[in-house]
């Protein structure tokens, strides 16, 4: 049966709280601004609770099972996080109050800031972004920003390869620049050809900069990174990079030692906050000394050691404070950022300190060749070798192509939903988009050999049964909360709120 | 280690069947000169140490379980019945990611829909969105959508000043690309002169209600002059208020947007809030962000599905109106989950509550000799106070007692030197008030 909806369980007179009755005299309420009906549902305590339990089990998640979801980081979610985030000094803490009364989140967020500038070798870094499109989005205004103040407004295009994330092409247009596509080479990577001939004539002095996600989408480390940074910071352009894949970096390569400019942060992916059904995520963002007097703000700063010595009667003086960037782009949200994440990734950072955090990207990058390797034979494995010809391994996620030659009428989407009737939550299907069919899985360092080894023994039967009982494929998933939906009937009548909600119904 | 699982003998098996000797094979693309740099980061700590080091790191904070707080200026402290929590911490919630796979997303799937409906009917639009990052970034996102309508040909915005500071901060800090023109806050003007801004370049006006300084104003004739200009009228609403006073719906709003964060979700010092977005139906296929929608599966069964997808950017890329991906999914659902805990009555009562804390604070303070508070027009749960001295002041010694004081509006208004936003909620108990009161007398 499926779950009615919460209007369905309401009864006139029914409420689900226990408020206090005023303890101050009633004022006169204006009644010519007062509104004639609230139409919320009426609903008992039990009766929510049962409800949105019931909602709850219709969902798949990390807590119940693998999410090989490549580009999204689906790695466990510690618990004490959690609670963390619920003490009273962090949950209950206003973001306009006085710095005095709140140094020990401002030394949170300054530690925090710190520590993802060294794992990524980055002068500089703000908390601010809400969300990894928002730290591309503030990178892209800070490039923008710095062309313009040195004279060069006209350098108005971005670079961005093919293969990139939909957010980066999206970002760039809302920034007010330019794209320009590039292809990849035959390896999957960057075509440095391509890209010096980008790089020259008459669009040298239009580039910006270029975006370029590390490892790449297809999971594979860019084995010419050095000389593609080379081709755009000669003509003056300057490079972002999409840390969406940082949790094949961490120990393993500083993207700002590697010469990158700038680069947002995925807290929600690499430094394990939780994900929430599609947020909250958020995004911090990393730059070098070209950037930093741009980052938006604000960030916390810790004053000079002699401002630490100053006291007042109240004890110890402040030792952080709030400050703007002096070129700043600005504001990209209310307050100083998703506070709530930035602690969870704080408690994340403590638990392993830097060798664990080394030992992570190992873990991911094994678990991401290891499952590849047993699906070899089984699944074509795109951008197999290097330019060169030789071997390659992946990063922590991988491309497989999900179709067959021998069963023509199955899709990777097929694939996808029969994986579903195994138990298991799908790869990201058709991205990146230079890979037909394309399947992206990352398993993350947190999965066991005995349950990858579960994963690759179901994608293998998978695959037996599209060429041999291709329909399975077709009608699945069979065994989850609901069947294929249609889709377009959602799009063509739109349905997006319940009748009884609507004031007028 | 930590969260990692494997074993020792794990590792070697695997590593074999993958054909290299050690992890350091796997990383052979990455530039040997920069491969393996050490992190200079504090060292690993357990369990029990980092549980010991949040609470410490929470204990320096003065919050609102210590203190009577009367601080509010776009973050509020609200009453969130248990069960908000105990949704939320569900595994099944928090640990799911965007619903890409409807089949076994129904819950967040269904969640949202129940979330948009009654965004709906607190609003009184006909659609919501799936929410953005915070009520800033949704009234950013509104810019969009009206320059959208106008097709690009109108380029001018019109902001009150009495839209949060920070709101209009971030507004131009997304627009700063874009060839238009954000006017309208600069000075001190009322509703009657941003309608003689109004012109036929004019895409939107966006005004606050209540407004920045507490006020709650008819803003019918502002919607009828805006339309009659064919531009748009955006309201950035406090949902807790539309509790009790109209919804922008019913008096002609094109867009409404506002901070959700009242609705059941604490102040964690600032966010992870949730950006609401409501719309009329003919301009809802300009929306930005996720959309979920009602459909049926195979078999005829009602379900739900992310739907108008083509408009988003995994999709459109370059052409996308916004790059936005995530939404603010589990604080949707705390949204969700606390209003249908609220209901009709619920909800009304807390409105009513706040009303009533914050009118007898007012007429106390007002009272008091050498502080004044503005009247003039109705008010929710926020009001001006103006002081016999600075702020700053005032709240250090408000501190002192045990109270988180008021937001100094000369931060950013310059001509209201020594004049606090104060704030009462439902969560402020008459002894508090009366706290408040007795020791703002004592600072004359």
Known sequence: MAEPIIYDLS?????????????????????????????????????????????SQLNYSIDTGLYPLGSCTMKYNPKINEDAARLPGLAHLHPLADPASCQGAMMLMHDLQNWLGEISGFEAVSLTPAAGAQGEFAGILMIRQYHIDRGEPERDIILVPDSAHGTNPATVTMAGLR?????????????????????????????????????????????????VIDAVQSVGGLMYMDGANMNALMAVVKPGELGFDCMHYNLHKTFSTPHGGGGPGSGAVGVNAKLRDYLPGPIVRRKAEADDAATNDNGPGCRYDWRMPPKSIGRL??????????????????????????????????????????????????????????????????????????????????????????????????????????L???????????????????????????????????????????????EARAARQLHLCCPTARPSA | ???????????????????????????????????????????????????????????????????????????????????????????????AYTPYQPEISQGTLQATYEYQSMMCALTGMDAANASHYD????????????????????????????????????????????????????????????????????????????????????????ADTVHASGGLLVVV???????????????????????????????????????????????????????????????????YVMTLRPREQDIKRERATSNICTNQGLMALAAAVYLSLMGK??????????????????????????????????????????????????????????????YDLAQHYYHLPNHMLLCVTECNTRAEIDRLVDTLEGLR
């Not at chain 1, 006169?28 to 004639?36: F, G, H, Y």
């Not at chain 2, 098996?13 to 530039?31: K, R």
């Not at chain 2, 019109?158 to 709101?167: C, D, E, G, N």
């Not at chain 2, 919804?247 to 010092?269: H, K, N, R, S, Y």
């Open chain 1, 11 to 55: 009864a006139p007179g029914r409420s689900g709280v226990n408020l206090p009755a005023p303890d101050v005299p009633l004022a006169t309420l204006p009644e010519e601004l007062l509104r004639d009906d609230l139409p919320l549902p009426e609903v008992g305590e039990l009766q929510v609770v049962r409800h949105f339990v019931r909602l």
């Open chain 1, 179 to 227: 794209v320009q596509q590039l292809p990849a080479n035959a390896a999957g990577e960057v075509d440095l050809s391509a890209l010096r001939e980008a790089c020259s004539g008459e669009n040298a002095q239009h580039i910006a900069g270029m975006m370029l996600t590390m490892p790449s989408t297809l999971g594979l480390f860019e084995p010419n990174i050095e000389q």
């Open chain 1, 333 to 438: 949200k209310a307050f100083a950022g998703n506070f709530g994440m930035h602690l969870r990734a704080y408690a994340y950072i403590r638990a392993y300190g830097g060798e664990g955090l080394r030992q992570v990207t190992r873990c991911a990058v094994l678990n991401a060749n290891y499952l590849r390797e047993t699906l070899r034979g089984e699944y074509t494995l795109p951008y197999d070798e290097t330019a060169a010809g030789e071997r390659r391994y992946c990063g922590h996620e991988f491309v497989v192509r999900g179709a067959f030659d021998d069963a023509p009428d199955v899709h990777a989407l097929d694939l996808s939903k029969r994986l579903i009737d195994y138990g298991f939550h799908p790869p990201t299907n058709y991205f990146p988009l230079i890979v037909p069919e394309a």
């Open chain 1, 440 to 486: 992206l899985i990352e398993p993350t360092e947190t999965e066991t050999k005995d349950d990858l080894d579960k994963l690759a023994e179901a994608l293998r039967a998978i695959a037996q049964e599209a060429r041999e009982a291709p329909q399975l494929l077709h009608d699945a998933p069979t065994t989850a909360p609901v069947r294929r939906l249609d």
């Open chain 2, 1 to 95: 280690m930590s969260y990692i699982p494997h074993t020792a003998a794990e590792t070697r098996d695997m590593l074999a069947q993958i054909g290299v000797e050690s992890f350091d094979g796997l990383f052979a693309d990455v530039p040997a000169a920069h491969r393996f740099p050490a992190l200079d980061l504090p060292p690993a700590m357990s369990e029990m140490e980092i549980a010991a080091e949040m609470l410490a790191i929470s204990e320096a904070n003065d919050h609102a379980g210590d203190f009577a707080m009367f601080l509010g200026a776009g973050a509020y402290h609200h009453f969130i019945p248990s069960v908000v929590n105990h949704m939320l911490l569900r595994g099944e919630f928090y640990t």
């Open chain 2, 135 to 222: 009520g800033a970034t949704s009234l950013a996102e509104a810019v969009t959508v009206a320059l959208e309508v106008s097709r690009n040909r109108r380029k001018k915005v019109i902001l009150s000043h009495a839209i949060h500071p920070q709101y209009r901060e971030v507004l131009r800090a997304y627009h700063q690309g874009r060839d238009i023109r954000i006017i309208g806050d600069r000075g001190r003007g009322e509703l009657v002169d941003l309608m003689e801004m109004l012109d036929s370049n004019t895409a939107m006006v966006a005004v606050q209600y209540p407004n920045f300084f507490g006020q709650v104003e008819d803003l019918r004739r502002l």
């Open chain 2, 237 to 303: 609403a406090n949902p807790l208020a539309l509790s009790l006073f109209t919804p922008p719906g019913e008096f002609g709003a094109d867009i409404v947007v506002g901070e959700g964060q009242p609705l059941g979700i604490p102040l964690t010092f600032g966010g992870p809030y949730l950006g609401y977005f409501a719309i009329k139906q003919r301009l809802v296929r300009k929306i930005a962000g996720r959309i979920i929608g009602e459909t049926v599966d195979k078999d005829g069964k009602r379900a």
């Open chain 2, 345 to 406: 009555n619920g909800l009304r009562q807390v409105g009513e509550l706040n009303y009533h804390k914050a009118h007898y604070a007012a007429a106390q303070i007002d009272r008091l000799d050498g502080y004044n508070v503005d009247m003039t027009k109705p008010f929710f749960n926020e009001f001006v106070v103006a002081c016999p001295r600075p702020i700053a002041e005032i709240n250090a010694a408000l501190l002192e007692a045990g109270i988180i004081g008021g």
